[in-house]
């Protein structure tokens, strides 16, 4: 019996000495700086600069990279072109469909304190434009004179998205640069085309039915008068955008900016739609006319107009089979059908803007500053610490 109580208590303080050794040993173990395979986030220190932002912006723009404008209409043409008995003055008009106001929001992420992206949203009202005119008054040989006025305006609402590479710069304390380039999209927006015809010539009975050029005044007194409000559906594409802007600290982690940036881009209409149309003949020679002519000469509405003259499609090439009596010669009129779209050559407008931007931005990086500055050592320098320790 003695001998098993005696062997119980060995056995015990056996354990406990084991046990205790063991116990220093685990302490020891945490005490040392101990590298980690799996959570290899935790011991990399984040860049400085690394983190959010967010800004807004309200910017004027007027037109950049101008072309020779023109209208979708035939009747209006290219150019602005006044002619009277004694005078005449034929000139292009250059410009873009941009320029105007326009509001911007954007956001992004900054992969280091000089790299990182952003996306913008841009609202913009590019205003009522001068397209082309036709001013012309010309006298006939009885004495008469057969006039023409036309003109178009175009205007657009349009929404832009512009993914951006973003590069900055400041001295760390109040000034700061910022660059940035990348693509202008297009997501939204259509042209709305507003256009006048006065006519006392015969010109626009021409363009629209086919019929051949006649100075119907030398014959009778005659009037044409057309209204019309067209929107265009847009095709696609694919521009540019790029901006330099010089930036002035606020507070902490807000700046004010002023920026300078250019968008470029061409687009294709796809078809145009008319919401308001209206057509007005008067003329002693009308029942005549009202018998050669293809189309009606007196509509009140868009409602009343038959497909071809409400409804306009593009195509790369206007052939004799085109659905189109514009680009008719002589006397013989092809046939059309009424109840389907015009067809017509294929356009390019050029939408380019210059900006001039004024906005505010707003970092969110400090949060991530603070977290940055309480990192555990990274793994080189956990080793190099074991090292000179031993």
């Not at 700046?255 to 209206?278: G, H, L, M």
């Not at 306009?312 to 006397?331: A, D, H, P, Q, W």
Request: net charge positive; aromatic share 12%; charged share 20%.
């Amino acid at each position: 019996m003695k001998q098993a109580i005696i062997f119980i208590l060995l056995m015990s303080s056996t354990v406990a000495i084991f046990a205790q050794k063991k116990s220093k040993k685990v302490i020891a173990l945490a005490s040392a700086p101990v590298e980690s395979r799996l959570n290899i986030r935790k011991h990399t220190i984040r860049p400085e600069g690394k983190g959010w932002f967010m800004y807004g912006s309200l910017s004027y723009g007027i037109s950049f990279l101008g072309t020779n404008k023109f209208s979708p209409f035939k009747e209006v043409g290219n150019k602005d072109w006044y002619q009277t008995p004694t005078d005449l003055s034929v000139k292009p008009i250059y410009g873009t469909l941009g320029g105007g106001w326009a509001l911007n929001l954007g956001w992004g992420h900054m992969f280091n304190k000089f790299i990182g992206i952003d996306v913008l949203h841009t609202i913009a009202w590019h205003p009522e434009q001068l397209d082309a005119r036709i001013n012309t008054t010309v006298k006939l040989a009885n004495g008469n004179t057969a006039s023409y006025f036309a003109e178009e305006y175009t205007k657009i609402f349009a929404v832009y998205i512009n993914p951006h590479l973003v590069m900055h710069w400041d001295n760390g304390k109040r000034f700061g640069i910022t660059g940035k380039a990348g693509l202008c999209l297009p997501i939204g927006g259509a042209p709305v085309s507003r256009a006048k015809v006065i006519d006392h010539s015969g010109r626009l009975l021409e363009t629209l039915s086919g019929l051949p050029v006649i100075p119907l005044t030398l014959l009778a007194d005659y009037s044409m008068e057309y209204n019309a409000t067209a929107k265009s559906k847009l095709k696609p594409t694919v521009g540019l955008s790029a901006s330099f802007a010089i930036d002035v600290r606020l507070f902490k982690t807000v700046w004010a900016f002023a920026e300078f940036r250019v968008q470029a881009f061409t687009i294709s209409p796809k078809e145009t739609n008319f919401t308001e149309f209206s057509l007005k003949t008067e003329s002693p020679l009308l029942p005549l006319l009202a018998a050669v002519s293809p189309i009606p000469l007196n509509i009140a509405s868009a409602a009343e107009a038959p497909e071809y003259l409400k409804h306009f499609v593009y195509v790369k090439e206007i052939t004799e089979e085109s659905n189109t009596l514009r680009y008719s010669t002589g006397t013989t009129l092809k046939k059309i059908d009424i109840n389907k779209p015009m067809e017509e050559p294929g356009l390019k407008f050029n939408a380019s803007t210059m900006y001039f931007n004024v906005g505010v931005r707003m970092n969110f990086t400090e949060h991530w500053n603070k977290k940055r500055g309480a990192k555990v050592m990274p793994k080189r320098d956990a080793r190099l610490a074991r090292k000179n320790k031993g």
